[in-house]
């Protein structure tokens, strides 16, 4: 009997150092950050009176909340549908057979080998309006900093560099995955390209698609670091998104309780749109 015990425990006890973990490290600071945005808080971290959703108040109405939201809500307009297409384009173009094809997917592998910091470093370099590889390449002059628009298209250029080798892995699985004899049969009964594409791989890597669709959209509301590295909020706060203004509040300003009632909206933000989404792919995705 102790033995059957024993063993009927001892799955529990493996997850147990997980579960701990994720305690600790996720679900603790993620309830102190909730309770701080409906208090007062001190330099030390200390809450020091309850407010309710005053901050919450003194948020929304803000002029740079209003511009950090407008800010990350487009980037996500644009960033999503580009970092998709781009990272799909991909993958189709990879998946054949020969040597062209295993040279392109080392080639949209290498962006997962190089830090975010450094990718980072190097397109501020390349961006550079004045000795700037890329405006002599193209042999234009645009001022990729102090324009508002071009600093939003930088901010999606290195997003979609950083993804797409993570998306561009998925993706190029799902498409192999596709059972061969399907593709031959639709060969043969005079499929083209596109009509492949859409009536066999894409139902059929609908549920990996989702997927990437929905780590996109987390990403983009939760970008930070190129706006840190590259832009750091400007023009005129034209590139400021929730993220970067909840460090400004919260570790440059000392404002916790403030830096706290953003991230809490960010979050509540996040879920409530991949929520929809859960909600959508149910209806319209097949697994098999």
């Known amino acids: 009997m102790k033995i059957q015990r024993n063993w009927k425990a001892k799955p529990y006890l493996l997850v147990l150092p997980a579960l701990l973990l994720a305690v600790v490290f996720a679900y603790r600071p993620f309830v102190i950050t909730i309770l701080n945005s409906f208090h007062t808080v001190n330099l030390g971290g200390i809450r020091m009176q309850f407010v309710g959703v005053e901050n919450y108040h003194r948020l929304f109405g803000s002029e740079s909340f209003q511009a950090s939201l407008s800010n990350t809500l487009r980037f996500t307009l644009f960033f ?8 799909l384009s991909a993958a189709l ?10 040279l392109n997917q080392i080639f949209f592998f290498l962006p997962m080998a190089v830090g975010l910091s450094s990718a980072m470093m190097i ?33 999606v250029i290195a997003g979609v560099y950083l993804d797409i080798g ?19 049969v639709a060969t043969l009964e005079g499929a083209g390209a596109m009509g492949l594409f859409r009536y066999l ?29 590259l ?37 509540l933000l996040t879920f409530t749109i991949l929520l929809s989404l859960l909600h959508l792919e149910r209806r319209r995705v097949y697994y098999q």
């Open 231 to 267: 832009t750091e909020g400007g023009p005129f706060r034209s590139t400021q998104t929730l993220v970067y203004q909840m460090y400004l509040e919260g570790f440059k300003s000392g404002n916790y309780a403030m830096g706290s009632a953003i991230a809490t909206v960010v979050f």
């Open 123 to 155: 397109f501020k370099m390349m961006f550079n309006p004045s000795i700037g590889i890329i405006n002599q390449l193209f042999t234009t002059d645009i001022q990729w900093f102090n324009d508002p628009k071009a600093a939003m298209a930088l901010l």
């Open 80 to 87: 999503v549908p580009t970092n998709i297409i781009i990272c």
């Open 93 to 102: 173009l990879s998946n054949r057979e020969g040597k062209l094809a295993t």
């Open 201 to 229: 791989q894409l139902p059929l890597i609908a549920p990996t698609l989702v997927f990437v669709l929905m780590t996109n959209i987390k990403d983009a509301m939760l970008i930070s670091s190129p706006v840190l590295i």
């Open 166 to 184: 993570f998306n561009f892995l998925l993706l190029s699985a799902a498409l192999r995955n596709v059972p061969k004899e399907l593709v031959e």
